[in-house]
DNA sequence: AATGAATGAGCGTTCATTCAT
DNA sequence: TATGAATGAACGCTCATTCAT
């Protein structure tokens, strides 16, 4: 049985689709403003449906981040064996940039809804994580200036995917483009020593 | 007597207090997450004297961003009548980062907000308002990076401000060195005429 | 002083114009619909000025039958002296639809709100007066037919005010008419003795 | 066992039973004055069991007219397929006397509370079949007298319902003889061709 | 003759969650 | 694998009313 490609999938894709729907949702009006009726609705099942698949509301948000995690993690894993190299941090805004394509809506979901992340413990995971990469690019014995630069640097490519987004050229190339500054600043902030 | 701390103590400041409480929680918790109840809970006051100074929640936080508009305005409205020279730029880019120091909660309200601002009135408002800057510093026929350095510019300020509040260092400080890098990237974006 | 009619009047009309207000809008949306806050409004003053004139919201309404139960009671008391005659009963409808027709606005409010005038204090006041108008008219002895059209015959007034006000005929002539099918309706209850 | 009065012996018929309280209370004390936490108290339900089974408060009060509009409805489109005589008119008297004597409490409530009426889609829709079955009955082309008898006609028959309700006679005898009054009346108005 | 400021009670409504079936 | 029925807590908001000034 099982015709074709994951475990347990022949009618029993509901899981797939109450996440799907939700991080629709989610980025659409945020966390706090969509209700697991609204889901339940879209999705045409009952509300109790969805706790038969999740135990609470946030534990489907968790679960919309297990994809994402997975690659960062290993890029962060990866970056702290390597030495501090300017290339190291190159490779890393390259890959960071790449998992930003992959799981964009999910990382526009967090950027607009900071406040709620925060008390999400999924929040906190994902800031850590963030401080991890911060400090990863960091050099802290440079001058502040240059500091800001590799924060600005991961910061360019929010910049690039959220603000550009509301702009007409192709996202590929805009990320692309973005990439290209973050290299610049992360490139600059080492060219002074 | 009684100076400072009996119950009922001020007359005439309990809109200006509420505001400021509001603003205290709203930073705190989110705009959605933070319910009337609280904040007339924290004044020792009932909700129904929270309607008597405000219509509704939304006004509330409408009248938070009174004090900001302004200056924000202002400088748009300069801008717009000044030729587009780098040197308007780095001035934009300069008492743009005034206002955020001076309305500093209030604008990483806004950032760690959006997905409510959006359905606020005042989100749009507000949003306008960035789209009209970004269009102030932006030149629209150079190439796509050149494009993105200035958008990047502001958000280095907003990275500046938001992220490294995290940081040890001095919050002037800090601003100084963020704006030190968006007028680098606003520069490098005209010099490659 | 107090220049032209009636005492207490120089510049303090307010009162009046409380009572113009309240019934206008009492008629219009009905009277739990009506809060003070609106009838202030509309005044242009606070709600606490309404209680310097009245001591509750039932005061108000209380205040506007004033005017109507004068003549009512007067009409009562002076058919419960005379005898039981058609004559007399033709009079009572004669007179009883010209009270109305003073205080359209005022017995459309009461038609509209019964639900509401049964809690009010003043709504079991006007409610025994009808029963008592309504036992003027009736002829206990008759057959049921005939004491139907004595109640119909009250009713065809009301109709006559509430219904045909949404025709395009002239409010007087319509009172006339109405008045002559009521006189019909009595006159049918006596005739079959 | 527990065949009656246990605390959770029904199922499945708690939507009748909260219709049946709703319109218990809605006609005893007016729409606007009954609260929706006084409906589930008296089930002993919590408010929340109220939204399972109704979308709002309004649509409770819709759902209690629809066994209403359907007879009322085939009353008259079968009335606007016939000739307009008298016969037909009587007709139509005759069943509507009928269906207001299946929904009595309903009719007594929608005459005591037409204020309220008034600002419910139910109340648009009910006032329109109103004027419809009024149209119906008039005969537009004769003096004003006999239109008025015409919808007086209709009145007698609201009169015998709501007013006659307070007398000893039996119900049923009653609304015969306001019948036979309303007859009467459309029978006049026909008479002096 | 009126206002500014506030209250306490209540409203209709929505929410995440539970549990027997 | 789901549903039907319900709950308890909270929410934003409005109301009639009060009272010191």
Redesign the interface.
Known sequence: MSSSSGPQQRRGDTRQRIQDVALELFAE?????TSLREIAERLEVTKAALYYHFKTKEDIIISLFDDLTGPVDELIEWAQEQPKTLEMKREVLRRYSEAMAAGASLFR?M??????M??LSIGETMKRRL?LL?GLLQAADRP??D???C??AL??L???MM??Q?VE?DPE??RQ??L??AM??IT?AHSHE
Chains 1, 2, 3, 4 share one sequence.
């Open positions: 009006q945020g966390y706090e403003k979901f950027q607009e809804n900071q406040a709620t925060r008390e401080f911060v502040l200036e500091q800001v630069r924060v600005s910061f360019t929010h910049a690039g603000f550009l509301h050229a190339e805009t483009a973005a290209t500054i610049d600043l600059q």
